[in-house]
């Protein structure tokens, strides 16, 4: 996914950093660039064409069960969760019925107490993660965004946006935030009590990690303030002033914002002023 990101989005900016700020390589790159696809993806692109072509005759209006049904009928054997999926990395939804707030209606697990206690400030890298996720409107639906942040640097370390708020969109970035800095020891992971992080898969991978887990406080949001402030910078300074047409257009600006102005050049009154990247590395010379 992070070389088709790359490929879709070399005409906007250039390869070397896009692969320098998802931690790949240009060879790698390069080398899938000119890899021929699969017998699977030819398939996935043949069903695309017919799913499309039902899509489009419904004026936007199937959803996947629809389609999947068009598509059997059109003599091609395939299962439904496939449609689904080739739908949405296709950005292919039915039109919502209404523009609603988003409402997470996940079953809750036991919450864990609260150990962070609004103590935002850290004395080393990897000691203290806060994690939560928004949402940002496109033409197109909604777009959920989640983040991790370290608290010693209020550097985005891991981060993952999706069509859905499921286990997977807040899994998905702790993954990239534990691959990127490493297998971090002693570390106290804080979010809020939604039923993704609640979730067997998110808790399981935090237990495999040595992770420790920490919640806020039901209804209580200035337990993860550090938090609500990343996204309160993230809408004023940048989506809050944009229409997308498509949630791709969408994840290409919130990536922009994360990786080439918040970590490497947005201020911090709380750093002295400094970005997080420029603390980070001033404080491994000290």
């Avoid at 299962?79 to 079953?107: F, Q, V």
């Amino acid at each position: 996914m992070k070389f088709a990101f790359i490929a879709k989005h070399r005409a906007v900016w250039p390869v070397a950093w896009m692969c320098a700020a998802l931690g790949v390589s240009r060879s790698g790159f390069h080398a899938w660039l000119t890899r021929q696809p699969s017998q699977r993806t030819r398939d996935d692109d043949a069903i695309l064409v017919k799913a499309r072509a039902s899509f489009v005759a419904s004026d936007r209006t199937y959803g996947a069960r629809r389609v999947w049904h068009d598509v059997l009928a059109e003599g091609v054997s395939c299962g439904l969760h496939r449609i689904e999926r080739i739908m949405r990395e296709n950005a292919l939804r039915a039109r919502p019925r209404r523009r609603g707030l988003p409402k997470d209606e996940g079953e809750r697990a036991t919450a864990s107490p609260n150990l962070l206690d609004r103590r935002f400030a850290a004395d080393a890298p990897n000691r203290k993660w806060i994690a939560d996720f928004t949402y940002i409107w496109t033409a197109e639906g909604w777009l959920y965004v989640a983040a991790v942040i370290d608290l010693f640097s209020r550097r985005v370390v891991g981060w993952s946006m999706q069509t859905s708020m499921t286990a997977q969109l807040v899994t998905d970035a702790l993954v990239m935030a534990i691959w990127r800095r490493g297998k971090p020891d002693a570390l106290l992971h804080h979010s809020d009590q939604g039923s993704q992080y609640t979730s067997e898969a998110f808790q399981r991978l935090m237990v495999d990690h040595g992770v420790t887990c920490s919640m806020s406080r039901s209804g209580n949001v200035w337990d993860n303030a550090a938090m609500e402030s990343f996204f309160s910078s993230l809408k004023t300074e940048r989506t809050a002033r944009r229409t997308y047409r498509t949630r791709d257009e969408a994840r290409a600006d919130v990536f922009d914002y994360i990786e080439r102005f918040y970590n490497p050049a947005r201020r911090h009154s709380t750093l002295g002023y400094l970005s997080p990247v420029e603390f980070e590395n001033r404080a491994q010379l000290a």
